[in-house]
């Protein structure tokens, strides 16, 4: 997955699971910022695996949680 498609697709899975989160990082105008650390997170997860694969947005779902319980 290219980095762009990286972040367009966590930027989605936040989106579509996390509205109220994405939401006030998009308020606060740190949507962009936060994106990032988490795309930072999900690196590994993400490296040369398929976007249709539901056990990678499984993945990203839970990594996007903890993040979000860490801030």
Do not use: G
């Given at each position: 997955?290219?980095?762009?498609?990286?972040?367009?697709?966590?930027?989605?899975?936040l989106e579509e699971?996390?509205?109220?989160?994405?939401?006030?990082?998009?308020?606060h105008g740190i949507l962009h910022y936060e994106l990032t650390n988490i795309l930072e997170l999900c690196a590994p997860l993400i490296q040369g695996l398929d976007e249709d694969d539901r056990f990678l947005k499984y993945e990203v779902i839970g990594t996007i949680a903890d993040y979000l319980q860490e801030v």
């Open positions: 997955m290219t980095d762009s498609i990286a972040y367009d697709y966590v930027k989605l899975v699971e996390f509205l109220r989160a994405y939401l006030r990082f998009s308020n």
